[in-house]
C-alpha cells in the first residue's frame, strides 16, 4: 500500500485499528528525536494521558541518540505511573534493531544498553513493555505531534545539560587527530620532509600498500626500509622519475607534420629548455591527489583549506602552441595573476595543469546538471593556455561550479561550528 499518497484520514484510520485490534490493552506512547546541523531534540507524546515531553540535545548530537533519548526519556516516564500495558511506537528502524542486536557489540551506543536495562526492569515491575516501528511523514496524529515537538525544542538557543554519550564524539575526535597529524606533517622539519614526505605526501585515510595482503611482517618491514633507502638516497634518481610520462621528448618530424595537418591544435609537449618547478617534489597536496576519487571529510577539509598553491618564484613549464592559418609557434605557460582574478583556481605541479578545487571537491553530487558534463579543471587538468582566460571565466558561471561553491561554504560552516563545540567541550 503507498501510504504517502493516502488522505490522513484514512492512515490514521488504519493505524487505530490496527492498533485497537493487535495491542488493545495498551497505552500508546510516541517517540521522536529531531537533528539539524545546528540543533537537536526529542520528544515523547502520550495521547490518551494527554501527556507530551520534550527536551534538546547539544548540536553534534546524532539522530540515532536524539531517537534513543526519546524511548529512554519515555520508559523514564513509564516507571512513575502504575503498573500497565504500554507501546513504544517509534519511528527509528535504527534505533529499534540495535536494541535486539547482538550486546556485545562493543560499537553500540551506550544508551542502548540503558534502554535495555529499563525495559527489564520495567517488565519485572509488571508493566509490559512492547515497541513497534511506525512510518514517518505520512500523517500519525501522534507521531506528528512528536515530531512536531522535537523539531520545536531543537530550536531553542540554550542546549540542555542533558549529556550525549561519547560514540556521538568519536567521528569529532577522529577529524580533530587527522588534523593535527596532517599539520604535523605538513611542518615536518627539511631533514624529514625531505626523507619521508617523497614517500608519504600528504596525510590521508587511503589504506596503507600492504592492507590486505597476506604478508608476514618481517616482509612488510624490510619493504618499506626498501621504500625509504631509495627515496632518500643521494645517488639513486627519485623513484617517481621512472613513472613520468614520456610526452617530455622533442618531436620528431613525424610528430610535427601530424600536427601541423591541424590547425590551431596543441603541441603535448613540454618546453624541455625551460626548467621546471623551483621547489622539490615535496612538502605539497597537490590537487592531482583528489582528482576522480570519492572523498572523505579530512579530504575535502584538506583540499579546501590547505592544498599546494606555487610561489611566486614558480617556473610554470612552457607549452608550444601552433596556431592560425600560417601554422606559426607560441611558447606559452600558466600565468600567476590568473590566480587573483579566479579564487578558486589551483595549479597541478604532478598534473602540470589547472584546476577548480572547489569542483574538484564536490562537483560528483553535480554531474549532468543542465546537460553540463564535468571536464577540464574538474575531472582533468586544463592546460589549454592559449584559451585559458576565456576558459576561466565561462567555468565561473557554469552551474554546477556555483553549486560546488555554496557546498564548500556550507562545508566550512558546519565544521566551523563542530570545532567550536568541541572546544567549548573540552574547555
Ligand atoms: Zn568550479
Known sequence: MKLKSTS?????????????????????????????????????????????????????????????????????????????????????????????????????SPIVFQIKSYLYYLNQSNRLIQLIWIPSHIGIYGNEIADGLAKATSNTILPSPAQIPWTDFSPLLRLHITCLWSNHWNNLPAYFASKYKTIVPTISNKKTWFYNLDLPRSSIVRFN??????????????????????????????????????TDSVVLISDTNSPTSSVSHINRHDIFNYVKRVLTQNEIHDILN??????????????????????????????????????????????????????VAFSTNYAGINNQTLGSLVTKKYDNWKHALEYFKNHSQLEYHKKCILDSENFLNIIKKKSHFISRQTN
Not at 329 to 343: D, N
Request: with cysteine; proline share 6%.
Open 8 to 108: 490522513r484520514f484514512f492512515v490514521n484510520n488504519y493505524f487505530s485499528n490496527y492498533f485497537n485490534l493487535n495491542y488493545p490493552n495498551f497505552i500508546i506512547i510516541y517517540t521522536d528525536g529531531s537533528v539539524s546541523p545546528l540543533s537537536a531534540g526529542y520528544s515523547f507524546f502520550i495521547p490518551e494521558l494527554h501527556v507530551s515531553f520534550s527536551n534538546n540535545l547539544p548540536p553534534s548530537s546524532s539522530s540515532f541518540t536524539a531517537e534513543c533519548c526519546a524511548i529512554l526519556e519515555a520508559l523514564l516516564f513509564i516507571s512513575n505511573l502504575a503498573p500497565n500495558n504500554y507501546l513504544i511506537a517509534s519511528d527509528s528502524m535504527s534505533c529499534l534493531q540495535s536494541l535486539i542486536s547482538n550486546p556485545f557489540n562493543s560499537k553500540l
Open 225 to 262: 626500509r626498501l621504500r625509504i633507502t631509495i627515496m632518500t638516497s643521494k645517488k639513486q634518481p627519485n623513484i617517481q622519475s621512472f613513472f613520468k610520462s614520456t610526452t617530455n621528448v622533442l618531436p620528431t618530424q613525424e610528430k610535427l607534420d601530424n600536427i601541423q595537418n591541424k
Open 306 to 359: 590547505s592544498i599546494w598553491i606555487p610561489d611566486v618564484n614558480y617556473n610554470f613549464p612552457v607549452k608550444i602552441f601552433i596556431v592560425g592559418k600560417d601554422k606559426t609557434t607560441k611558447r606559452l605557460k600558466f600565468q600567476y595573476k590568473w590566480f587573483a582574478s579566479f579564487p578558486w583556481l589551483v595549479y597541478s605541479d604532478i598534473d602540470n595543469g589547472a584546476y577548480c578545487k572547489f569542483c
